[in-house]
């Protein structure tokens, strides 16, 4: 199984062989533990939950305990799961995953949360232009004008783009090349940027497709 949790530590810049400025993005990927493995006779799919994150014991309820106590693993602050073919499920429940499982020039894909960025307009939110200055407006630089859509349908079509909440989003960026691992420290460093702040939890997956940036 290839997939791992991990927290974002920032971004830096390597250099190549050939002398080459790499901007890098480095993750503190693991040390992982898989706390259960679903499958399709019990749970109607399959998948392998893992944890990340050690932390004390009094900060995780009785439950949580309890479902980490099976298999004698830590108090483990974030769990996550990876749905997988029941081919690819090749680990056991209390075994730990760590960052060697990803190769050097391999492809992932990064799952995070976005930074938030609190109510923003229509420039800001979605690059709107903004109003002339001149000819009498006031107050009007950066609103986003006009939005009905006449007698019919005689209402804001849905989907309208407007001001409202901006960030926080579950993002998923594409295709990142792993440019290099420290199993040591467990750090992965993989080319270009993720989503979310320093301190952030990612989830690392084998890449799927070559398209990046978007949504999930």
Do not use: W
């Amino acid at each position: 199984m290839k997939g791992m949790i991990g927290k974002k530590v920032g971004m830096t810049q390597i250099f190549d062989e050939q002398g080459n400025v790499i901007p890098v993005t480095v993750i503190e990927a693991g040390p992982c533990y898989v706390t259960q493995i679903r499958s399709a006779e019990r749970d109607g799919y399959t998948a392998v939950q893992l944890g990340y994150g050690t932390t004390k014991p009094q900060r995780l309820t009785k439950g949580q305990m309890g479902h980490l106590g099976r298999n004698k693993l830590p108090a483990l602050r974030y769990l996550r799961e990876f749905r997988l073919p029941e081919a690819d499920v090749d680990v056991e429940e209390g075994q730990e995953i760590k960052v060697d499982v990803f190769e050097t020039g391999e492809r992932v894909d990064v799952i995070g949360v976005s930074k938030g960025r609190g109510f923003a307009g229509t420039v800001k939110r979605h690059g709107f232009n903004r109003q002339p200055k001149t000819h009498g407006q006031s107050d009007r630089e950066r609103a986003p004008g006009s939005v009905g859509a006449g007698s019919t349908p005689g209402r804001v079509v849905k989907g309208k783009r407007m001001a409202g909440r901006m960030g926080n989003d579950r993002v998923t960026i594409k295709n990142l090349e792993v440019v290099r691992i420290d199993p040591e420290h467990n750090l992965l460093a993989v080319r270009g940027s993720i989503p979310g702040s320093r301190g952030g939890i990612v989830m690392i997956k084998p890449a799927r497709t070559g398209r990046t940036g978007r949504k999930s």
